[in-house]
């Protein structure tokens, strides 16, 4: 969609304070990128769910804009600019000659776009725990909705409305039908869910557009820009509703373990495992968002189909489970319940419970900051075990697959996690990871950055305590155990 003629002055104006050729056109905006500046107007359109049309509703969202991004983007967002009657130069956005507005920001490398850098060469697993941890920095800005919202009845508004959008854009009628039968079905299960969740503070205005396209790298660090403006119900959500996009983007672009990986660094940092229940449902809203918004771009029908199934086969989640992995220190446990959680359970995957990050937690820690010796007595190691007890109880009563990832070598807290796999119903599967100490010793003293703080002397003294009988299956952690971890759950490779 072009610019209006009707402010293609203020355009010529941008395009030479930018000093930028054509912009970047998305059907609200231009974008005028520049060496130096870049310049962001909002375009005199009426697309039904906007109104743009009128100068005082394009200055009244470019205000919003501003206030919206500028918390988690301070040195991107500069400054908001008016724009002359005559279009021959800038003025105070407050100044009464003011007839246009345009926002003006840093350039940013068009590599440095998390979207372009995912097609790239793809997002490794530093920068997905990155994302993770700007997905809960991002929860510090987001103000809670208004007493009295109903999150059952404006998530189903949302739901009629992307059924209706999807049969615009010309996907499969029966299809749509289908999908919308079955999303009254999942919203109908969860509405206790999701009120119990507003009334904890969980319903915000959020972000309300969370893809990749809409995160950039900003010295080094992931950095959410382009909030959702214009539309306070399609932007005050859930919070897991708000990642749920990320994590349907990173699926269809990056895959399951890269989704997964940014769900368990949110929880294992932000806590609130009790977001896996809404998953399937908003995992299924957000791809039949971008089903419908591609499949009306010239030859994207294949795409939308593509969104389309995976919308549907979000709301087809597999059973829960519990998988416990326990062991020495260096076993590997991590790095085994890493690769096994994307291929278990319900999209993205397993949600991954480790008692070193839950550690750091309750400390008010990141994962990677050190723990003095103090913070690993017995009672702190007993309010560890009960806090992975009860998240994992929580997410499996929601139908989501768990992995618990703790030394147990106490047969008391091997017998507590089997617990909670009977208290809700679901197989369990334990794996006891075994290696010669010497390999032990060197891989613990080879660690670095991890959530882990224990040192060769802490791995010496677990050693040496009886763990009493194992009934785990046992895992030769020497090599690589994965194949044989698969074969004792009955799973198959990611």
Not at 48 to 70: C, Q, V
Not at 317 to 335: D, E, F, I, S, Y
Not at 399 to 426: K, Q
Request: with cysteine; charged share 25%.
């Amino acid at each position: 969609m072009t610019i209006p003629a009707s402010q293609a002055a203020a355009a010529a104006l941008l395009a030479r304070l930018a000093g930028a050729g054509q912009p970047v056109e998305t059907h609200i905006s231009a974008v005028f990128v520049g060496a130096e500046r870049v310049f962001k107007l909002k375009k005199a359109v009426d697309l039904g769910f906007l109104d743009f049309t009128s100068p005082a509703s394009r200055h009244r969202y470019a205000i919003r804009e501003l206030m919206l991004n500028r918390p988690a983007a301070p040195e991107i967002y500069r400054a908001l600019h008016g724009i002359s009657a005559a279009a021959d130069r800038l003025v105070a956005e407050d100044d009464p000659a003011a007839v246009e507005w345009a926002l003006e920001m840093a350039p940013v490398p068009q590599g440095d776009f998390l979207d372009a850098l995912a097609a790239e060469q793809g997002i490794g697993e530093g920068l997905q725990d990155a994302l993770g941890d700007t997905v809960v920095a991002m929860r510090a800005h987001y103000p809670p909705a208004p007493s009295g919202t109903d999150p059952v009845a404006r998530f189903d508004r949302v739901l009629r409305g992307n059924a209706r959008a999807a049969l615009d854009a010309g996907l499969d009628p029966a299809r749509v039908i289908a999908w919308r039968r079955g999303t009254r079905g999942w919203l109908l299960r969860l509405a206790p869910v999701l009120r119990a969740r507003a009334a904890e503070g969980r319903v915000r205005r959020c972000h309300g557009d969370l893809h990749l396209g809409n995160l950039l790298l900003w010295k080094g660090r992931p950095t959410p820009f382009d909030a959702l403006e214009f539309d306070e119900e399609l932007a005050t959500i859930d919070t897991g509703y708000d990642l749920a996009f990320l994590l349907a983007d990173l699926m269809r672009r990056c895959g399951r373990p890269a989704a997964c990986r940014v769900l368990n660094r949110a929880v294992g940092v932000g806590g609130d495992a009790g977001l896996v229940a809404g998953l399937p449902l908003w995992l299924s809203s957000r791809a039949l968002i971008r089903a419908h918004c591609v499949a009306r771009l010239p030859g994207g029908m294949e795409s939308g189909l593509a969104f389309l199934a995976d919308a549907e086969a979000a709301l087809r989640p597999p059973p829960a489970r519990l998988l416990a992995v326990g062991g020495l220190q260096g076993t590997g446990k991590t790095r085994l319940a890493r690769r096994i959680a994307p291929g278990l359970g319900a999209a993205p995957g397993a949600l991954h419970l480790r008692s070193d990050e839950i550690r750091k937690r309750l400390a008010n820690l990141p994962p990677e900051a050190p723990l003095p010796p103090e913070a690993y007595s017995a009672a702190a190691a007993e309010a560890v075990h009960q806090a992975l007890f009860r998240d994992a109880a929580i997410a499996l009563r929601a139908g989501h697959s768990v992995i618990a990832d703790a030394s147990f070598l106490d047969p008391a807290r091997r017998e507590g996690i089997e617990a909670v796999a009977r208290a809700t119903g679901v197989p369990f599967t334990g794996l006891w990871l075994e290696a010669p100490l010497d390999i032990l010793r060197a891989r613990v003293a080879a660690r670095r950055g991890d959530a882990s703080d224990a040192d060769v002397p802490v791995l010496e003294r677990a050693a040496g305590q009886p763990a009493g009988p194992i009934r785990w299956a046992r895992l030769d952690a020497s090599g690589d155990p994965l194949a044989a971890a698969l074969a004792a759950a009955q799973l198959q490779p990611c």
